[in-house]
């Protein structure tokens, strides 16, 4: 007796169907969470008095900066998930369980736009409005505050809330090194770089999955 369901052809599109549905209503869910931040970057901007779009201007060249800006935080990226360190291996394995499934269906316009909202959504809220009124203490104290909590936010590993912090500290030193200050440059900078790290997971998901049905 065949110990295994059999599947029809009807049922392995269905499954399908609502595979692909559960990924697209996870791309949605989380735009929909990133504007979420923009609408609460508006909020306390309003109560601290400070603007989150002050510092953002459209401008090419800034926009150049900003795709420049997210190769190092990429290559990284890269580096952390073929390095043989433990630490490094269980943020990489945490990525594909909790994002491969949820991605690996997604349309490049779709992963793009879902990066654009968390790019704006962040950083209207971690450099446009708080590390824009906290640098009235100055602005070390500024970016330390700023991304201490943005890396509480990305609290996955105690590695990744200091690799957050890092990284949200190369965004917020992009703000302030160029004159005039442009908020375009972190937010182009964010996108660019989650939607690459959305390509390569979908990327290893893919060849693990691979991997995983060669050997059963």
């Not at 190092?72 to 269980?90: E, G, W, Y």
């Not at 491969?100 to 446009?128: A, N, T, V, Y």
């Not at 703000?175 to 440059?185: A, D, E, K, M, R």
């Amino acid at each position: 007796m065949n110990k295994f369901p059999m599947f029809n052809s009807d049922d392995e599109e269905e499954l399908e169907e609502t595979f692909v549905q559960e990924q697209q209503f996870f791309i949605l869910g989380g735009s929909l969470f990133s504007i979420g931040f923009i609408l609460i970057a508006f909020a306390l901007g309003w109560l601290l008095g400070v603007s989150p779009i002050q510092y953002l201007n459209w401008s090419w060249p800034d926009l150049v900066i900003g795709i420049l800006g997210a190769l190092p935080l990429f290559l990284f990226f890269l580096f952390a998930c073929r390095v043989q360190i433990k630490a490094f291996q269980q943020i990489k394995q945490f990525l594909l369980d909790e994002l491969g499934p949820r991605i690996e269906k997604g349309s490049i316009l779709e992963l793009f736009i879902l990066s654009i909202f968390i790019g704006l959504g962040e950083e209207m809220l971690f450099r446009g409005v708080l590390q824009a009124w906290a640098t009235q203490y100055g602005v070390v104290v500024a970016i330390i505050f700023t991304n201490v909590l943005f890396g509480i936010v990305h609290s996955v590993t105690r590695l990744y809330v200091i690799i957050a912090t890092l990284m949200g500290v190369y965004l917020s030193l992009l703000l302030v090194t160029f004159s005039p200050q442009n908020l375009l440059i972190p937010i182009v900078t964010h996108t660019i770089y989650d939607f690459l790290c959305f390509l390569y997971i979908i990327r290893i998901y893919r060849q693990q999955v691979t991997t995983d049905q060669s050997e059963a």
